[in-house]
């Protein structure tokens, strides 16, 4: 079973440009979350889906961040326009339902200049 | 609030020597799961335990133990007879019962040398 997927793995782009990230989660997992780790500290939460509406945004750091979920499948997280301090890794993660465990992707390394 | 502390930022070893990773968290939950996720050079965040609040009984997985103390609010993790493919940072997280988002320390970066 394949697991949680991430693309791209690295994105580098000039401060103000807009960036899509994408992440498709385990197949059959409703819950689907996103995470940030900013300059080695600790891994943030974003967002959390539940299929295809947001269950939770507590984390969301500002309206330049924008999250879907069209048909409760595949996410995206749209971030424009980009900021110095969007740097960082973005991890999505999925879990079967709200109670199980979460697992991660690989990341996406966002740097913006 | 919630909050997990592991006061360690960076560790390291060589080969074949215990070490143990500290976690310390707060939550006004009385019912809470803890969990370790491991990330090596890779990049991944890969799982390693989840326990629920109310199973103090420690875990044992090979090398790998966890050392879960409610009155100290504290979920250790150890790692016997270390390897250089543990190198890696380490996180310690936490979650209401009822799951969702989980809350994590800033990470224990471990590194074995041979």
């Known amino acids: 079973e394949a697991g949680v997927t991430q693309f791209p793995s690295h994105s580098v782009i000039e401060k103000g440009q807009t960036v899509t990230l994408r992440c498709d989660p385990i197949s059959g997992h409703d819950n689907l979350y996103w995470y940030r780790r900013v300059m080695g500290k600790e891994i943030k939460f974003l967002l959390h889906?539940?299929?295809?509406?947001?269950?939770?945004e507590s984390g969301m750091p500002n309206n330049r961040f924008l999250a879907e979920r069209t048909g409760g499948t595949y996410s995206t997280l749209k971030v424009q326009p980009a900021e110095l301090e969007d740097s960082g890794v973005y991890f999505c993660a999925s879990s079967l339902t709200r109670a199980d465990t979460q697992y991660f992707g690989p990341g996406t390394r966002l740097t913006v200049l | 609030a919630q909050k997990v502390t592991q006061a360690q930022t960076e560790i390291s070893v060589v080969e074949k020597e215990d070490v143990t990773l500290d976690c310390v968290y707060e939550?006004?939950?009385?019912?809470?799961?803890l969990f370790w996720y491991k990330q090596p050079p890779s990049g991944e965040l890969v799982f390693l335990i989840r326990r629920n609040s109310f199973d103090e009984q420690n875990e044992i997985s090979g090398r790998y133990s966890w050392n879960f103390q409610k009155s100290t609010s504290s979920f250790n993790f150890t790692i016997t007879a270390s390897q250089v493919v543990d190198s890696a940072v380490y996180f310690c997280a936490l979650s209401e019962a009822n799951g969702g988002k989980l809350i994590f320390g800033q990470g224990t970066e471990l590194s074995v040398k041979p």
């Open positions: 939550t006004r939950d009385t019912t809470y799961y």
């Open positions: 889906f539940v299929k295809e509406s947001k269950q939770d």
